[in-house]
């Protein structure tokens, strides 16, 4: 009694296997026993690598002439218009006010300086289609300055005409612009008030932080504070 009883439910599955369908079977991992099963679970499965052969075809083709479109300035105004056109069109300005104008000269483009990983496209994509930015009074996007550090300025590989480490080029800016040999905007005592991005402006203008107090020269294109 107890025998048949525990044989029953166990017989049960098994004998239903075969038409219950090629998802509950292959939830249950017995694919491969019942062969009336086999066909049908199988078909789907070769259209689903033919379907990602093609796809992973297309992504290839596409993909080297995206690639490349990708890595122009011009694409991060493409796709997302209003946000980028300010940083698209003073790229090629030739304003000497703007840090980004000697880069743009040495052909560094959006991508050497911004990394373009997948996750800050994903959000960027969807801040745009949800049309939700933070956008300053001049079109710019409202954030950004934290990156612009020693570390990521003055790396190796990036010659900048008054040194190749930031150590060097700081050596090489005492007197800087004409200047009493006594100032060194990269050395004073205001080093621990300033951040680069305080001076440096890649797309904004260069500031002289020190004429916020002194009278000092200022190099070619360079701005006071008080002209912001
Ligand atoms: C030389 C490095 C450099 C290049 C080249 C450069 N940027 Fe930037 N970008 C920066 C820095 C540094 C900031 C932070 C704010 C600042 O200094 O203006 C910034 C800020 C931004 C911001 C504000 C939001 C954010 O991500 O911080 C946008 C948008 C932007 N850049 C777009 C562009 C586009 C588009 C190009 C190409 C046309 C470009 N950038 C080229 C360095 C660069
Ligand atoms: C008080 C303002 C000020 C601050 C803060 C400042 N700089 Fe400078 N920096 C200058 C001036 C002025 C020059 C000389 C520019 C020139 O002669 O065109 C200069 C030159 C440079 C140069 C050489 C550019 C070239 O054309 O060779 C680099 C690179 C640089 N700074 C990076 C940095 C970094 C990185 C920081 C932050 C760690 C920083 N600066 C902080 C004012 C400043
Ligand atoms: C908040 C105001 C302020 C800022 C900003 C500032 N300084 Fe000064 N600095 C002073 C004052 C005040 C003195 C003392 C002047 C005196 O003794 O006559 C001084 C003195 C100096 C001195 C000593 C020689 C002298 O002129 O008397 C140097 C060098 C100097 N500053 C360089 C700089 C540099 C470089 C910067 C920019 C990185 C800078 N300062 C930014 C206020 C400032």
Same mark, same amino acid.
Request: without cysteine; hydrophobic residues 40%; aromatic residues 4%.
């Given at each position: 009694m107890t025998n048949d009883q525990e044989k029953a439910p166990g017989a049960a599955?098994?004998?239903a296997a075969p038409t219950a369908g090629a998802g509950s079977a &292959? /939830?249950?991992? +017995?694919?491969? /026993? $019942?062969?009336?099963?086999?066909?049908? &679970?199988?078909? $789907?499965?070769?259209?689903?690598?033919?379907? #990602?052969? =093609? #796809?992973? +075809?297309?992504i290839v083709v596409a993909g080297a002439g995206f690639w490349v479109w990708h890595e122009q300035p011009g694409f991060c105004n493409a796709v997302c218009h209003s946000p980028m056109d300010y940083y698209v069109e003073s790229y090629d300005s030739g304003d000497p006010h703007l840090g980004i104008t000697a880069h743009a000269a040495d052909g560094v483009t959006c991508l050497k300086c911004h990394d373009a990983e997948?996750?800050? /496209? =994903? !959000?960027?994509?969807? +801040?745009?289609? !949800?049309d939700n930015y933070p956008v300053t009074e001049d079109g710019r996007l409202a954030t950004g300055k934290e990156f612009a550090t020693e570390q990521f300025c003055a790396k190796s590989g990036c010659h900048h005409e008054l040194g190749d480490s930031y150590d060097e080029i700081t050596a090489n800016l005492w007197g800087f612009a004409g200047n009493d040999e006594k100032y060194n905007p990269h050395a !004073?005592? /205001?080093?621990?008030a300033l951040e680069c991005g305080d001076c440096h402006g890649i797309h904004e203008a260069n500031v002289l932080a020190c004429n916020e107090c002194h009278d000092l020269t200022m190099p070619e294109g360079w701005e006071a504070p008080s002209e912001q």
């Open positions: 599955p098994e004998g &292959a /939830q249950t991992g +017995a694919a491969a /026993q $019942p062969p009336a099963g086999e066909p049908a &679970a199988r078909k $789907p499965h070769r259209r689903a690598w033919t379907t #990602v052969g =093609i #796809v992973a +075809a297309i997948l996750t800050t /496209q =994903i !959000s960027e994509l969807m +801040a745009w289609t !949800s !004073s005592h /205001q080093d621990l």
